[in-house]
Structures are given as C-alpha cells and as structure tokens.
C-alpha cells in the first residue's frame, strides 16, 4: 500500500481547467492507495467534481472515493484536505490555546492488504510563521487519537513549513513530535521537496509513531515523488502543477491468506510429526526395557541351573 502527501498549490478550477495540469494531477494521484491533496481552494466544489470523474475515468478497476473536510482557517482565506474517512480533532480544549489556523482532520481505516490492523492518518498544513507552535501541538493531537482509538498506528503527514527562516534547527529540536523519540521523520533533513530549483527546502514530512508503524514501512520507501522527471517536464511545466513534490511512503504487504493457513498447517504438521517421535522414543525404551528384564530373567535362571548342578556333585563327592 502506499500512501502519500501533495501540496497541489491552490487546487482549484483554474488549475484543473488547464488539461496539462489536470492529465498531470491525475497521474500523480494514481501512483497511491490514499493521497491526501493539501491547499485546495475550490470554493463552489466544481473542481473537486470534475478532478474525481477524470480520476476514476482514468483508473476504471478501482474507482477513487474521495471525502472533502470543512473549510479551514481563521480569516477569509480558507482551505480544505481532500481525502477519504475523516475525524476534526477538537483544538478548543478546556487550558487550551487555539494552536491550528487549519485544524488537522484525521482519517482512520482499518485495511485488508498490509501488516497493520489498522492506521490512523494526520494531514497537516501548517502556516508558516506559526509552523512551530502548531507542529508542537500535534503531540497533543497524537494524544487524543490513542485514547479516542486505543492504537499506536499513527503517521502525520503534509506540508510543515518547518525549514529556513519558518523553523531554525533549534526551534526544531523543541517541537515534541520531534524530541520525543517515540516518533519516526521518515523524510530526512536533508531532502528537497520542492518543485523549484531556486528552493531546496524540506517543507513535506512524514512522521509516523512507535516501533510497529517503523516496522511496518518498507524501508527507504518514504522519498518526494520527482513528477517533472517522470513526466519529462521544464520546470515551468512542472510549476504549473504545484512549486511541492508529493511525498510518499509505501507500507508492508500483509501475506496472502493461503500462506497464512499454510504456516499454520505445517506449524500442524510440525507439532504432530514432534508428538509423533516422542511416542515412538518412548515405545523403544520400554521395548528395551522389556528385553532387559528378560535378560535378567534368563541370567538368574542360568545361576540357579548351575547352583543344582554344584549340589549334586557335592552330594556325589560324599
């Protein structure tokens, strides 16, 4: 399964009517089992609509269901995540302060093909100059989430904003998701997310929680998906799709249920034929033992044989 992350930069009708963009858009998200689209603007929903039908137009054995969460942020310019089953962690908190200009929407599935039981996924936009407080506070985020859903199974995903002038390195080390090592950044420091050739930042992350989520990542999986490579675009080109490269992570297969019951037969099997020589050993020792005693039996019938026979010759000799 993989999953991935795309700052489509201002998804709306302007950018789907544009057939380059929207061939491009729709290639990109078919590469992924869940994609969560950050920075759509499409106020009315035209573009939603028209992008799903030229999506599942496109990928006609599995159709896409995508979900769009409220509008968010705090003054007029607002924006949504495109992705599938949703859950608004509630920022308003009793102590608490308002920490999200775009509140996180959490999406939780159970799925069938991979070695979790189930997963829970953060998208996040954060704005830039508030990139530290808001990242900091997605501990709490994570706090709720494990006690709401009773699992560890959590990936945070999105634009951070938490490079350059937005994050210094030291600011960095004090976001919690960060110093708590508990959670995974599976995007390194060092990684260009951006389209740009002018910029270099590591804006897109992926942030996964505990040791099962670790393990259950392919390794070296989690990378930015060069489009304007795969697609042999100028940069131009590619900047017209978005100035961000999505980001993605693929996950373990879970393994066929054939095999599954295969193990668990020859795990069957394994015990039977153990139970099998351990009966057979112990038959052997009581057959031995059985040949002993009649060794014994036989010896001690020999000794009394010649015990009479030294009777009666003294019996002779007087």
């Avoid at 869940?34 to 992008?51: N, P, S, W």
């Avoid at 308002?98 to 093909?113: C, G, M, S, T, V």
């Avoid at 006690?147 to 004090?174: C, H, R, S």
């Avoid at 066929?256 to 153990?274: A, E, G, L, Q, Y």
Wanted: charged share 30%.
């Amino acid at each position: 399964m993989k999953i991935a992350s795309f700052n489509a930069q201002r998804f709306g009708q302007t950018k789907v009517s544009d057939p380059d963009v929207l061939s491009a858009l729709v290639k990109i998200v078919s590469r992924y089992d869940i994609i969560v689209i950050i920075e759509v603007v499409d106020v009315t929903g035209a573009a939603v609509k028209l992008f799903l039908k030229e999506l599942n137009e496109v990928n006609t054995t599995h159709h896409y269901a995508l979900q769009l969460s409220v509008r968010l942020g705090r003054n007029r310019y607002k924006e949504q995540f495109l992705f599938l089953y949703s859950y608004q962690y509630e920022d308003n908190q009793v102590n608490d302060m308002d920490a999200f200009a775009r509140e996180p929407y959490i999406l939780r599935f159970k799925p069938h093909n991979t070695v979790l039981k189930d997963i829970v996924l953060i998208p996040v936009h954060t704005k830039p100059w508030d990139s530290e407080r808001e990242l900091d506070e997605l501990y709490e985020v994570c706090l709720v989430v494990k006690d709401k859903w009773k699992t560890d199974n959590i990936m945070i995903l999105g634009d951070f904003n938490a490079d350059g002038v937005y994050v210094t390195p030291k600011e960095m080390q004090e976001i919690r998701i960060r110093s708590d090592k508990n959670f995974h950044w599976l995007i390194r420091d060092d990684v260009d997310t951006m389209a740009r050739t002018s910029n270099e930042h590591t804006y897109d992350r992926i942030v996964v929680y505990g040791e099962d989520m670790l393990t259950a990542c392919v390794p070296n999986s989690a990378k930015p998906f060069h489009f304007h490579k795969e697609f042999a675009m100028t940069e131009e080109k590619a900047l017209r799709v978005s100035d961000h490269y999505p980001v993605e992570v693929e996950l373990h297969k879970a393994p066929p249920f054939w095999m599954t019951k295969s193990n668990r037969r020859c795990d069957s099997v394994d015990s039977s034929v153990h139970r099998a020589a351990t009966e057979s050993l112990q038959d052997d020792v009581l057959k031995m033992q059985k040949e002993n005693l009649l060794l014994e039996r036989e010896k001690l019938q020999l000794l009394i044989t010649l015990l009479k026979q030294r009777l009666s010759t003294l019996k002779l000799e007087q």
